[in-house]
């Protein structure tokens, strides 16, 4: 799990540091605050030292495939035209660097990149083990009604997205746990198929399908939006991606999404973070933030580590406050408009 990341020079900021509680964190900011970019840099660190494909198989990480592997990522998931893009641009400093820190030590890494850097990164410190846990970016829109042939026409074709969709497909097409660990699923899934109203089914033509009692099987493109981003979730729990152990990164959760379902998804998110699952999230929604803070005050989860975020845009960069608790933050723009609209909506009344 991811511990610490600090960011010096990127993007919007000047210089911050995230120290990540390894159950749930909360990042909030208004817009171009740089919460997505958090998100990113710290799923583009872990997915890039995460073990897959033959080429790490068995083998301990290489400074020379990291360079060029975690310039590669941080290039497809930010999507700008070069690699040096991604520098903030102040005078004097023009080199961007980035240092993260797991709960498995041997995962530490700190590399860097100048406004100058086409494809290559500079690795300062070189972890000497892969990190055992493959993580989860979930984007602001869903995914299922794309995912027939999308891993295939993106790997053999350009298209403008940015890489954290086919990362997810991949994920989603993984075929589901059986055995021991079902029973695992079962608890977890139980009351997010309730609010689905139905299971998540992938047939063997790559189609995903909502299968309802007394309803057979409806397609995914015909199901609300808000319900296909609960499938996502579902989809990852039964294949284990985020079961008993993982990461999920995730911008947005709430888009789509009605007050009732924003509910039944802050209890999973918090079912997620108490099981293990490390659970980062990004939102300017008033309504989630008031859900997950009752509920990290409420009994079931008050044991639950928890840990809350606030971008502040300045002259000198965004600055970030961080605290055990919503509470503990100072006001945030775009949450005292929405209790300022409640203020002025009750003085016409």
Same mark, same amino acid.
């Given at each position: 799990?991811?511990?610490?990341?600090?960011?010096?020079?990127?993007?919007?900021?000047?210089e911050a540091d995230f120290a990540l509680s390894p159950g749930l964190n909360v990042v909030i900011g208004e817009n171009a605050s740089?919460?997505?970019?958090?998100?990113?840099?710290?799923?583009?660190?872990?997915?890039?030292?995460?073990?897959?494909?033959?080429?790490?198989?068995?083998?301990?990480?290489?400074?020379?495939?990291?360079?060029?592997?975690?310039?590669?990522?941080?290039?497809?998931?930010?999507?700008?035209?070069?690699? @040096? +893009?991604?520098?903030? *641009?102040?005078? /004097?400093?023009?080199?961007? $660097? %980035?240092?993260?820190?797991?709960?498995?030590? =041997?995962?530490?890494?700190?590399?860097?990149?100048?406004?100058?850097?086409?494809?290559?990164?500079?690795?300062?410190?070189?972890?000497?083990?892969?990190?055992?846990?493959?993580?989860?970016?979930?984007?602001?829109?869903?995914?299922?009604?794309?995912?027939?042939?999308?891993?295939?026409?993106?790997?053999?074709?350009?298209?403008?997205?940015?890489?954290?969709?086919?990362?997810?497909?991949?994920?989603?097409?993984?075929?589901?746990?059986?055995?021991?660990?079902?029973?695992?699923?079962?608890?977890?899934?139980?009351?997010?198929?309730?609010?689905?109203?139905?299971?998540?089914?992938?047939?063997?033509? @790559? +189609?995903?399908?909502? *299968?309802?009692? /007394?309803?057979?099987?409806? $397609? %995914?493109?015909?199901?609300?939006?808000?319900? =296909?981003?609960?499938?996502?979730?579902?989809?990852?729990?039964?294949?284990?991606?985020?079961?008993?152990?993982?990461?999920?990164?995730?911008?947005?959760?709430?888009?789509?999404?009605?007050?009732?379902?924003?509910?039944?998804?802050?209890?999973?998110?918090?079912?997620?973070?108490?099981?293990?699952?490390?659970?980062?999230?990004?939102?300017?929604?008033?309504?989630?933030?008031?859900?997950?803070?009752?509920?990290?005050?409420?009994?079931?989860?008050?044991?639950?580590?928890?840990?809350?975020?606030?971008?502040?845009?300045?002259?000198?960069?965004?600055?970030?406050?961080?605290?055990?608790?919503?509470?503990?933050?100072?006001?945030?723009?775009?949450?005292?408009?929405?209790?300022?609209?409640?203020?002025?909506?009750?003085?016409?009344?």
């Open positions: 799990m991811l511990e610490q990341l600090h960011l010096q020079n990127m993007t919007v900021f000047q740089g919460k997505t970019h958090f998100l990113k840099a710290g799923y583009c660190v872990a997915a890039t030292l995460a073990p897959s494909g033959k080429q790490q198989a068995g083998n301990i990480p290489s400074k020379a495939f990291l360079q060029s592997a975690l310039a590669e990522k941080l290039v497809n998931v930010f999507r700008p035209e070069n690699l @040096g +893009r991604i520098v903030r *641009r102040r005078q /004097g400093r023009e080199r961007c $660097e %980035i240092a993260a820190c797991f709960a498995d030590a =041997r995962c530490n890494t700190s590399f860097s990149f100048a406004t100058q850097s086409k494809t290559e990164v500079s690795l300062e410190q070189t972890p000497s083990a892969w990190n055992a846990i493959v993580p989860a970016y979930i984007p602001t829109r869903e995914i299922l009604s794309l995912y027939p042939n999308f891993v295939s026409v993106y790997e053999n074709r350009y298209l403008e997205f940015e890489e954290t969709y086919r990362d997810l497909c991949l994920l989603l097409g993984v075929p589901v746990v059986r055995g021991q660990r079902e029973a695992g699923v079962k608890k977890l899934l139980k009351p997010l198929e309730a609010a689905m109203g139905g299971t998540v089914v992938l047939d063997k033509n @790559g +189609r995903f399908y909502l *299968r309802s009692k /007394g309803q057979g099987n409806m $397609e %995914i493109p015909l199901v609300a939006e808000g319900v =296909r981003k609960l499938a996502m979730l579902a989809r990852l729990v039964m294949n284990g991606t985020l079961l008993d152990k993982g990461m999920l990164f995730w911008d947005e959760p709430d888009t789509s999404l009605n007050p009732k379902l924003i509910t039944h998804l802050a209890r999973f998110i918090a079912a997620l973070a108490q099981s293990g699952v490390q659970v980062v999230i990004a939102t300017h929604s008033l309504f989630l933030l008031r859900e997950l803070e009752i509920l990290h005050q409420s009994r079931d989860y008050r044991n639950m580590p928890a840990r809350f975020f606030a971008l502040h845009p300045g002259e000198q960069g965004v600055s970030v406050q961080a605290g055990d608790a919503l509470d503990d933050l100072d006001p945030i723009a775009s949450l005292d408009e929405e209790l300022s609209q409640s203020d002025r909506y009750m003085e016409v009344q």
